[in-house]
């Protein structure tokens, strides 16, 4: 079965009637993969006053594909609850940033997976945090000091109250990207985690200031997704990464969910990258123009 019909069946599963921006949420699928699979398949969904539902033979469609696939879930945090609690001090997202929050089990996902790693014993810097996920690891356990560069202050503010309220050694750092890293924490951490700008020159800054920051054995863990119908904008990241000399170690599908970013499914992956002897920065010194999705207008 065509994978994103699979996924949009799975999430009506229940049999519950639900809108399409919902079905976007459940099923990780863009909105125009959503549309296009409700028209091309019609027996296998119903309209409930401008709802969609799953059919009969959609439910059984569903029924014979679940035989041969693997649908368990991610495993939990006894920590979820601390976690929800900080995050719910965030105001909106800053659409100007590029900022979607992601789900409290994706925060859990890549608090245990770094973790698992052992990355906060080699040196563990985020470029960028506006998911707390440095926040998340401290409460995950990490004991060890892990460290931030944002140049949201509100994001900022709230890790360095919380790191000073648990006793965490977290270094929060204002810094805007666009600006060269400074000296000291260059060639500094073993490893980088950052969920960059959705627009690939944001993404090509943020790939080359990491390159900047990691050991000659350091990993990087990027996250960054597309459209079913987008795959080019997912080639293009692809190619910055290979352009930037990173080694491709593995590929966790729908690793991130978001709670927005419907143009990519709500979902991304999650890349994890190693430092070869090819390693560069793309972009070095000082950066102008566009670096997120929301352009100033043209004058």
């Keep these: 079965m065509y994978e ?5 069946l799975r999430a009506l599963g229940d ?3 639900r809108s399409q921006d919902e079905v976007v949420h459940a099923a990780g699928e863009a909105s125009s993969v959503v549309r296009e699979v409700i028209e091309r398949y019609p027996k296998w969904f119903e309209d409930d006053e401008g709802r969609v539902r799953c059919s009969e033979r959609g439910l059984a469609a569903l029924a014979r594909e679940l035989v041969a696939r693997d649908a368990g879930e991610a ?18 997202p800053k659409r100007a940033l ?6 409290t089990d994706t925060a859990v996902r890549r608090a245990e997976l770094l973790l698992e790693a052992g990355e906060h014993q080699r040196g563990l810097v985020f470029l960028g945090d506006d998911d707390l996920i ?5 409460l995950a356990g990490a004991g060890r000091k892990v460290t931030v560069l944002d140049t949201d202050e509100e994001i900022l503010q709230i890790l360095a109250s919380q790191a000073e309220r648990h006793g965490w050694e977290l270094d929060t750092v204002h810094h805007n990207l666009r600006q060269p890293i400074p000296k000291v924490m260059r060639g500094r951490y073993g490893a980088v985690f950052t969920d960059p700008p959705y627009a690939v020159e944001g993404f090509r800054l943020f790939i080359s200031r990491a390159a900047e920051m990691l050991k000659p054995d350091g990993r990087l863990y990027v996250c960054f997704g597309q459209s079913r119908r987008a795959s080019e904008r997912g080639l293009q990241k692809q190619r910055v990464l290979g352009e930037a000399g990173f080694l491709i170690e593995a590929v966790y599908e729908d690793f991130n969910r978001y709670h927005g970013a419907e143009a990519i499914g709500s979902r991304s992956a999650l890349w994890q990258c190693r430092v070869t002897p090819e390693t560069r920065p793309l972009v070095r010194g000082a950066v102008e123009g566009p670096l997120y999705t929301s352009r100033p207008p043209k004058t």
């Design 15 to 17: 049999g519950r009637s």
């Design 134 to 138: 440095s926040a998340a690891v401290q």
């Design 98 to 103: 590029d900022q979607v929050y992601v789900t």
């Design 4 to 8: 994103g019909a699979f996924r949009i």
């Design 75 to 92: 495993g939990d945090g006894s920590w979820r609850a601390a976690y929800e609690a900080m995050a719910d001090e965030r105001s909106t």
